[in-house]
């Protein structure tokens, strides 16, 4: 994503509060019509907040960012959204994550992890789809040192196609969804007892047993 040369401070300033006013407003324009100009406006709102050092603004729970996080998971959360907008927001929203804080909260209080779980399952047929290698990545980063509930909304769904991809060809996405299903397993005994009830466990084990000599492990 082309970043605006854009420099405020983390603490917010009259230009902060502009842009972001601005984003939240081509959010509401494009939930309301998906029109060619408001998806040309939303991508360059996008553009210019990822361009802004903004981090820790979005993780002190200020009423204008936190809207603005909750518009942009509904936005992929939408199945209708045009795939370069949500593949835009998601680039975004990871880079947001690096922030310890605002990575805690999109996983706690916007539920990200299950919309991206959704995004996952609806992108899955297309292996070579950048949203999917996307949202896996950032997933990954979400699910770090975090229990997620396997009965939480489509997270079930996110480790079947887990188990699944790990078992195939590997390819690109092999590694990244290695580790996170590492991730949703590690210290949690809902995700393991689930794992452990797929049909296909056996085959999976085997899976896991070769990969113990792999390189990249």
């Given at each position: 994503?082309?970043?605006?040369?854009?420099?405020?401070?983390?603490?917010?300033?009259?230009?902060?509060?502009?842009?972001?006013?601005?984003?939240l407003l081509a959010l509401n324009q494009y939930k309301?019509?998906?029109?060619?100009?408001?998806?040309?406006?939303?991508?360059?709102?996008?553009?210019?907040?990822?361009?802004?050092?903004?981090?820790?603004?979005?993780?002190?729970?200020?009423?204008?960012?936190?809207?603005?996080?909750?518009?942009?998971?509904?936005?992929?959360?939408?199945?209708?959204?045009?795939?370069?907008?949500?593949?835009?927001?998601?680039?975004?929203?990871?880079h947001l994550a690096v922030d310890n804080e605002t990575?805690?909260?999109?996983?706690?209080?916007?539920?990200?992890?299950?919309?991206?779980?959704?995004?996952?399952?609806?992108?899955?047929?297309?292996?070579?789809?950048?949203?999917?290698?996307?949202?896996?990545?950032?997933?990954?980063?979400?699910?770090?040192?975090?229990?997620?509930?396997?009965?939480?909304?489509?997270?079930?769904?996110?480790?079947?196609?887990?188990?699944?991809?790990?078992?195939?060809?590997?390819?690109?996405?092999?590694?990244?969804?290695?580790?996170?299903?590492?991730?949703?397993?590690?210290?949690?005994?809902?995700?393991?007892?689930?794992?452990?009830?797929?049909?296909?466990?056996?085959?999976?084990?085997?899976?896991?047993?070769?990969?113990?000599?792999?390189?990249?492990?």
């Amino acid at each position: 994503m082309p970043a605006a040369e854009v420099v405020v401070t983390a603490g917010g300033s009259m230009e902060t509060t502009s842009c972001l006013k601005a984003l939240l407003l081509a959010l509401n324009q494009y939930k309301i019509s998906k029109t060619d100009g408001n998806t040309l406006q939303l991508q360059h709102q996008l553009e210019v907040i990822f361009g802004m050092k903004l981090t820790r603004l979005f993780a002190l729970n200020q009423i204008l960012p936190s809207e603005c996080l909750s518009s942009l998971v509904e936005l992929i959360e939408d199945p209708n959204t045009n795939p370069s907008i949500t593949l835009k927001t998601v680039s975004l929203l990871a880079h947001l994550a690096v922030d310890n804080e605002t990575r805690e909260a999109l996983h706690t209080t916007y539920n990200l992890t299950s919309v991206l779980s959704g995004v996952v399952h609806r992108n899955s047929a297309n292996l070579n789809d950048p949203v999917l290698m996307q949202s896996i990545h950032l997933l990954q980063r979400l699910t770090y040192s975090v229990r997620v509930f396997h009965a939480s909304g489509n997270i079930e769904e996110l480790i079947t196609f887990l188990m699944q991809h790990i078992q195939s060809t590997e390819d690109e996405l092999t590694m990244p969804c290695l580790g996170l299903l590492t991730n949703l397993s590690r210290h949690n005994l809902s995700v393991q007892a689930h794992i452990k009830s797929s049909n296909h466990l056996k085959g999976f084990y085997r899976t896991l047993i070769n990969f113990l000599a792999h390189s990249s492990l």
